[in-house]
């Protein structure tokens, strides 16, 4: 959500619509992210863009590393129980065994 709305406000701003391509390839990640496919890709790719974006344009710094952060955490974290990388892959679990 954060990421789509960013990048609308971008648009809305923009003179030049090349300048908001990697904002548009930033919202088009955080929709797979929101749906859950591809998880641990869309999480990296998201961050990678971020941080892009975070130092080539320095007045964005502190909301572009935010971000970055959040998606490389749900990129470990992985997909969840309702996200469509389990309908299509499985559901992993992992259990621990004690003694």
């Given amino acids: 959500m954060f990421l789509g ?5 971008a648009l809305a701003r923009a ?3 090349e300048r908001e391509v990697l904002r548009l390839a930033a919202a088009g990640a955080g929709i ?4 859950g496919l591809w998880t641990p890709v869309a999480g990296v790719l998201t961050a990678l863009l971020e941080l ?3 130092f080539t344009r320095p ?3 502190w909301t ?5 952060a959040i998606a490389f955490g749900l990129a470990m974290l992985g ?7 389990a309908k299509y892959f499985g559901r ?8």
Avoid: N, V
């Fill in 32 to 35: 797979l992210l929101i749906m």
């Fill in 15 to 17: 003179t030049h619509l």
């Fill in 92 to 99: 992993k679990r992992i259990s621990i065994q004690g003694r």
């Fill in 79 to 85: 997909p969840g129980a309702w996200s469509l990388d």
């Fill in 52 to 54: 892009w974006i975070a």
């Fill in 64 to 68: 572009s590393l935010l971000a970055a």
């Fill in 59 to 61: 007045g964005e710094l």
């Fill in 5 to 9: 709305h960013d990048a609308l406000t």
